[in-house]
């Protein structure tokens, strides 16, 4: 809960990685002479790694979603770089229709989840900043539920099966108790959630990072013959559980630093609330 310093309470706000782990309004107590000192604002590493936070999930969503949106599967299936059209160009429609609500749907969120975590967006203009925030939590449900649908026909398998379906799974999962927070009017849980169901909402990045990364760490270990398809292969059977499981644990961290509820399963919290 947000307080001024004279106490009153502040409209819940949505989870903001451009915090430090004090309050927006907080102050430090008021010194000898009766003057009060704002909190500091954030660090110039944090502004930083937001704005990199930013400016990748835009690139990657207009990387990911505009050719799916200008040109046909079976089109983009017949080009060197079709990326994952080959794979859905001859699927029965019901899947293709999953491909598509996943991709926009998840792009939409790719876009909008960084914004959720801009100060002033929140503090100047709460009214946008929940509504943004319902859309985002409401792409989350769509691209989530998208991806349960097609994670049995990824590229990579059973490996993919778990991984994507399971990275499918904890976004829904993140997002309803995200939601359930800040309709309790509980905001630091809801912060928590947030900077958790963004960190999986940001695989759609880091799945584009570990990929080429993996490319590369093979070249060493192969011979003059080098099958790209092979490697690639190899690449991205590893990336359905690794685009997403180090995201959650530097949002733990982050979680940590900030001073927000850790993760606890729930017969924890209810032991916790008999027992204060």
């Given at each position: ?44 590493g944090t502004r930083i790694a937001w704005v990199w936070v930013l ?222």
């Amino acid at each position: 809960m947000t307080t001024t310093s004279t106490g009153a309470w502040q409209p819940p706000a949505a989870s903001d990685p451009t915090d430090t782990a004090v309050p927006t309004d907080a102050a430090v107590p008021a010194d000898s002479s009766g003057t009060t000192t704002p909190a500091a604002g954030p660090r110039p590493g944090t502004r930083i790694a937001w704005v990199w936070v930013l400016l990748s999930s835009l690139g990657i969503a207009a990387f990911a979603v505009v050719p799916y949106l200008t040109a046909s599967l079976r089109s983009l299936a017949e080009q060197p770089s079709g990326g994952l059209a080959a794979n859905y160009a001859e699927q029965p429609w019901p899947i293709q229709v999953a491909f598509y609500a996943h991709i926009v749907a998840g792009g939409l969120a790719l876009v909008i989840g960084p914004l959720q975590f801009w100060r002033g967006l929140r503090t100047r203009h709460p009214r946008v900043h929940r509504w943004t925030g319902r859309t985002y939590l409401a792409a989350v449900g769509i691209g989530g539920l998208a991806a349960l649908v097609i994670a049995p026909v990824n590229d990579a398998g059973l490996v993919g099966l778990f991984g994507f379906g399971g990275l499918g799974v904890v976004w829904l999962l993140t997002g309803s108790l995200a939601y359930r927070s800040i309709r309790r009017g509980n905001v630091a849980s809801h912060r928590a959630w947030m900077m958790r169901n963004f960190a999986l909402t940001y695989a759609a990045v880091t799945l584009r990072i570990w990929i080429p990364l993996l490319i590369v760490l093979q070249l060493p270990f192969l011979g003059g013959d080098v099958d790209f398809d092979t490697v690639f292969a190899n690449a991205y059977a590893a990336v359905p559980f690794l685009c997403w499981l180090p995201n959650l644990v530097v949002a733990e961290w982050l979680i940590a630093r900030r001073g927000l509820p850790g993760f606890r399963p729930a017969s924890a919290s209810i032991g916790d609330a008999r027992h204060p």
